[in-house]
T-cell receptor, first 112, second 121 residues
Framework: DTVLTQTPLSLSVTPGQPASISCKSS???????????FYWYLQKPGQAPQLLIN???NRFSGVPERFIGSGSETDFTLTISRVEAEDVGVYYC?????????FGQGTKLEIK | QVQLVQSGAAVRKPGSSVKISCKAP????????INWVRQAPGQGLEWMGR??????????IPKFHDRLSLTADKSTSTVYLQLSRLTSEDTAIYYC???????FGGGLDSWGQGTLVTVSS
């Protein structure tokens, strides 16, 4: 299975400051069709996960511009340019280039 | 956004089965891939499998191979997950989640509200 390793597992950020989460894959997620099948999700407390970023860097509908996805092949980063209180929750990366789909362990973001 | 609606919480005894439903809006139901993801208490997300309602093709992870069934009823736009021979390790919230209009790749862009399954004697 493709292992996704997230770091850090938790972070505490002052509102207005940036935050960054890394996700490293054990295999390349770049397909021969040119697409990299890598995604970011946020699970707010008590809620189902929600899609933030499609295919490395494309914000899903309604996702604020402060969420920025980057990376390629095996190394990916989610950056929140200025953290807001509503951003608290657990962030997960996910790949679906290879079966089975796999998720990272999750990174818990809290506000200082 | 598309809303997926799941059935309510269930309590089962070890060794029994549970069947969870996930209803999607009609229209494009048959072209959406429905995935199932579970989350044990205090744990992360685990992808279990997926179904493309038409033509009813499925994938699931090997550890569930012989006790997981994914089915679809196109007449009611509902997908079902049935898990048999339950153990305490199956206690979790089960989510259905949609990929819009494709079988390969794609983000899970709409999720059900989750169904808590508790396995206890």
């Amino acid at each position: 299975d493709t292992v996704l390793t997230q770091t850090p597992l938790s972070l505490s950020v002052t509102p207005g400051q940036p935050a960054s989460i890394s996700c490293k894959s054990s295999q390349s997620l770049l397909h021969t069709d040119g697409t990299t099948y890598f995604y970011w999700y946020l699970q707010k407390p008590g809620q189902a996960p929600q899609l933030l970023i499609n295919e490395v860097s494309n914000r899903f509908s309604g996702v604020p511009e402060r969420f920025i996805g980057s990376g390629s092949e095996t190394d990916f980063t989610l950056t929140i340019s200025r953290v807001e209180a509503e951003d608290v929750g657990v962030y997960y990366c996910m790949q679906n280039k290879h079966l089975p789909y796999t998720f990272g362990q999750g990174t818990k973001l809290e506000i200082k | 956004q598309v809303q997926l609606v799941q059935s309510g919480a269930a309590v089962r005894k070890p060794g029994s089965s549970v069947k969870i439903s996930c209803k999607a809006p009609g229209g494009t139901f048959t072209t959406n891939t429905i995935n199932w993801v579970r989350q044990a208490p205090g744990q992360g997300l685990e992808w279990m499998g997926r179904i493309l309602p038409t033509p009813g093709i499925t994938n699931f992870i090997p550890k569930f191979h012989d006790r997981l069934s994914l089915t679809a009823d196109k007449s009611t736009s509902t997908v079902y997950l049935q898990l048999s021979r339950l153990t305490s390790e199956d206690t979790a919230i089960y989510y259905c989640a949609r990929v819009d209009g494709r079988w390969f790749g794609g983000g899970l862009d709409s999720w059900g509200q989750g169904t808590l399954v508790t396995v206890s004697s």
